[in-house]
């Protein structure tokens, strides 16, 4: 049976939209990892940082570092698999298809760190919580190189003496791209987009679309806060993260339509022929 013109026109307007935003970020996010890949940092940059560093408040540290958490392998792979679990039961498989890939986030931001190879502010003496989990466990495991590079510190010229970077969370990894920042975006960015196709119309469909997608930007914010990346870190994984969604979003379409049948293919009961 053959499509309506208008049905053509939106998904013909969806995918120039998709394509545009593919080709914007991965042509940005190759760009700053050239510019990173020379160990360079943003005009700037490290004066930022510190500057966000010398104004720190105590009292933001345990909000910084628990959302930060948000981030972290401990926090997402145990909210992955519920969300997993919760699908697979209720057959939602187009959606179970788009959470399938976003643990590859993980080997792909430790692929590029060690390509990459430019070196996170300087780790300092940390507090009583931190970050020294399973996951940065792993990641010493596999590249243990770069716990070999010298530290980096970070200085504010306006002040009459230098002010080095005081990191609250120790990181022994580099840090382009933050690997906070992009599988907090891959996952959280992922709920929001479906919590909106599938939540009730309303206010809180909206309140809590916002809220969701809040979390995919908070993680990164709080590891610069917290002194543990350049702010060029955080905006690397979030370049990267659209073109990750894009991709297996559509990788997804076209699994689902080939292998999936048809009784099967909804993903959600309001989901609409233009969603499609």
């Keep these: 049976m053959a499509q309506p013109l208008s049905f053509r026109a939106g998904f013909a307007r969806n ?13 940005a996010f190759l760009f700053l990892t050239w510019w990173a890949a020379g160990k360079q940092y943003l005009p700037g940059e490290e004066q930022w940082l510190a500057a966000i560093i010398a104004a720190r408040q105590p009292v933001l540290t345990l909000p910084a570092q628990l959302l930060s958490a948000l981030g972290s392998m401990n926090v997402l ?21 788009t959470f399938l890939p976003i643990p590859l986030g993980y080997p792909l931001d430790a692929a590029l760190k060690t390509l990459v190879g430019r070196a ?12 020294l989990s399973f996951g940065y466990y792993l ?4 590249r243990r190189q770069v716990q070999q590079l010298p530290p980096q510190g970070v200085s504010v010229p306006a002040v009459s003496q230098p002010v080095t970077a005081q990191a609250v969370t120790q990181v022994i990894a580099t840090g382009f791209p933050s690997g906070h920042a992009l599988l907090a975006m891959l996952f959280y960015a992922t709920v929001a987009y479906w919590l909106w ?31 543990v990346h350049f702010p060029s870190d955080v905006l690397g ?3 990267l993260a659209p073109a990750f969604l ?24 309001c989901a609409t022929a233009r969603e499609r």
Excluded: N
């Excluded at 894009?246 to 009961?269: C, D, G, M, N, T």
């Design 15 to 27: 995918l120039l939209f998709e394509f545009a935003l593919l080709s914007t970020s991965v042509l």
């Design 77 to 97: 792979l145990p909210l992955w698999v519920i969300v997993v679990a919760a699908l697979a039961l209720k057959r939602q498989v187009m959606a179970l298809l």
């Design 120 to 131: 996170a502010p300087a780790p300092a003496q940390y507090p009583w919580i931190h970050d």
């Design 139 to 142: 990641e010493g495991l596999a």
């Design 197 to 227: 196709k599938s939540g009730p119309a309303g206010f809180w469909r909206i309140a809590g679309t916002a809220l969701v997608a809040s979390l995919a930007f908070l993680p990164g914010i709080a590891r610069v806060y917290m002194g």
């Design 237 to 239: 994984a979030w370049l």
């Design 246 to 269: 894009i991709v297996a979003y559509r990788l997804a379409r076209w699994v689902e339509r080939r292998w999936v049948p048809s009784k099967h293919q909804l993903s959600f009961p």
